[in-house]
């Protein structure tokens, strides 16, 4: 282990003195809440990409009207 890179991205340590098996049960029950939480942030920025995504598809598909009386689909 001397030699292995850190993740930056993972803030959870391997624990390197034998801990209780409680000690670990709720250490990977707080890493499971952590993980969870992630994904709920993750999936609330994936819906308002997506609500995102829409909105400019919307305004690419909108009619204008000219004032000659005709209308013009404008797509980007």
Not at 14 to 30: F, K, V
Request: hydrophobic share 30%; glycine share 6%; with cysteine.
């Amino acid at each position: 282990m001397k030699y292995q890179k850190t993740n930056t991205h993972w803030p959870y340590d391997l624990p390197s003195a034998p801990h209780s098996a409680g000690y670990q049960q709720q250490q990977t029950i707080d890493r499971l809440a952590g993980l969870e939480l992630r994904m709920e942030q993750l999936i609330r920025a994936i819906e308002v990409n997506n609500e995102l995504l829409r909105t400019m598809q919307e305004q690419q598909n909108r009619v204008c009207t000219s004032s000659g009386g005709g209308s013009v689909i404008v797509r980007m």
